[in-house]
């Protein structure tokens, strides 16, 4: 079994930076072409897909949240990163991370964390 | 271009069948041939869960109550027959494009 584990803080003030930390721990990956995702869910609203990952090398944004998110990973494949800048009130949601892999049964969500955007 | 999912609320009677809809105005086929079409369901409170891929491949321990069907631009979620479990929101997502649907809230009638 794969476990995912999002972490980072809960509560950031206007316009500061954001990062949140994805963990992959448990069973390894047993594909080479899954990605690593981060969605998002403002309060009462539905999900949002933020962008996407290759292990295979790629990455793809959702083209209308503009430039503002950055997603990495380090180099023992443990661990993703997302970055926002600038951040809002809007950005206030719960975060989700996800392995996931379009070749085959593979699907993998952290139970997310809620991020407050807030003086 | 968009994903448009319908409907938007879907109420249903335990037991009885029940569809969800995605549709797009572009040609989802991917360049390998496949199409990279899935679903996923959100429960209250919990985190989202891939129910679909492919179009119609089930993930791991989903029930076969659960089938996907459609192609190029249209595709249909079914359920044979709702159980109480089942309630949540559910969405579409094309995974070549990356286009997420709007989600579709399935509840009680």
């Known amino acids: 079994q794969v476990h995912l584990q999002e972490s980072g803080p809960g509560l950031v003030k206007p316009s500061e930076t954001l990062s949140l930390t994805c963990t992959v721990s448990?069973?390894?990956?047993?594909?080479?072409?899954?990605?690593w995702g981060w969605f998002r869910q403002p309060p009462g609203r539905g999900l949002e897909w933020i962008g996407s990952?290759?292990?295979?090398?790629?990455?793809f944004y959702n083209s209308s949240l503009k430039s503002r998110f950055t997603m990495s990973v380090d180099a023992s494949k443990t661990q993703f990163f997302l970055t926002l800048s600038s951040v809002t009130a809007a950005d206030t949601a719960v975060y989700y991370c996800?392995?996931?892999?379009?070749?085959?049964?593979?699907?993998?969500w952290g139970r997310g964390i809620q991020v407050t955007v807030s003086s | 271009f968009v994903m448009t999912q319908s409907p938007l609320s879907l109420p249903v009677t335990l037991g009885q069948p029940a569809s969800i809809s995605c549709r797009t105005s572009q040609d989802l086929v991917n360049t390998d041939g496949i199409t990279y079409l899935s679903w996923y369901q959100q429960r209250p409170g919990q985190s989202p869960r891939r129910l679909l891929y492919q179009v119609s491949k089930r993930d791991s321990g989903v029930p076969d109550r659960f089938s996907g069907s459609g192609s190029v631009t249209e595709f249909t979620l079914r359920i044979s027959r709702v159980e109480a479990e089942d309630l949540g929101v559910y969405y579409c997502l094309q995974g070549t494009y990356w286009l997420l649907g709007q989600g579709t809230r399935l509840e009680i009638k």
């Open positions: 448990g069973d390894s990956i047993r594909t080479t072409s899954f990605y």
């Open positions: 996800e392995v996931g892999d379009f070749w085959s049964a593979t699907d993998y």
């Open positions: 990952l290759y292990y295979s090398g790629g990455a």
